[in-house]
């Protein structure tokens, strides 16, 4: 079976703070994505890596960035967190060539 | 503007009843449409998935079926049990290689002894 783990499953972080959240996958997938989902706004992609190193943004780039130095590792970055940045983070990879993306628990963040 | 709109937001039913959970989409061009079942406090996990030519896929109790005329695919869920009870999520992807797709926000199921 295919495992996403990520660091955290709750995190509470101060306005201004520099935030890592981190994702391995163990399938050598590689692609891997972040994502925040909101009520009422449903999964927003807000970067993708297709190799390490490599990353395009998603839909909600503003705020983050992200790193990929090993394959198996996808982290993001808000480097000054704002309260509206108070969210579930869910990290998903997926295998190319496939179609179906594994996620993992989420980080539920809150900015205060 | 591509979007997936769910219906009902939120849905309770008796233990061993059956029902119907809907998804429109506009999204465009399309590449196929899963439906995910996320349990509270963990990550959505897929259930189907269907592209263009499939307009039905079963899995156990789980049947998806898709009307790529109309955009619209629907979740039967048969003989409803506790553990049913989850938020259903529909997604349409529309680039796969680039990682693209537009998700719902989802069903909220609960089922109740």
């Known amino acids: 079976d295919v495992k996403v783990t990520q660091s955290s499953r709750y995190l509470v972080k101060r306005t201004g703070e520099k935030v890592f959240l981190e994702c391995v996958q163990d399938?050598?997938?590689?692609?891997m994505f972040w994502y925040r989902q909101d009520p009422g706004l449903g999964l927003r992609l807000i970067y993708f890596?297709?190799?390490?190193?490599?990353?395009e943004k998603g839909d909600i780039p503003e705020g983050y960035s992200v790193s990929r130095e090993k394959k198996e590792r996808f982290s993001l970055i808000l480097e000054s967190a704002s309260t509206n940045q108070t969210s579930m983070y869910l990290c998903?990879?997926?295998?190319?060539?496939?179609?179906?993306?594994?996620f993992g628990p989420g980080t539920r963040l809150t900015v205060l | 503007k591509n979007q997936v709109e769910q219906s009902p937001q939120s849905l309770i039913i008796l233990e061993g009843k059956n029902c119907t959970l809907q998804c429109n989409y506009t999204v465009s061009p399309f590449s196929n449409l899963r439906w995910y079942k996320q349990d509270t406090g963990r990550g959505p996990v897929s259930l189907t998935i269907?592209?263009?030519?499939?307009n039905t896929k079963s899995n156990g109790r789980y049947t998806a079926t898709l009307d790529a005329d109309t955009k619209q695919s629907s979740l039967h869920i048969t003989a409803s049990q506790l553990s049913d009870s989850a938020s259903y999520i529909c997604v349409v992807t529309y680039n796969t290689n680039a990682g693209k797709s537009t998700f719902g926000d989802g069903t909220t199921l609960t089922v109740k002894p």
């Open positions: 269907m592209t263009f030519s499939e």
């Open positions: 890596s297709y190799d390490v190193k490599m990353k």
């Open positions: 998903a990879s997926r295998r190319t060539g496939t179609d179906t993306q594994y």
């Open positions: 399938m050598d997938h590689e692609n």
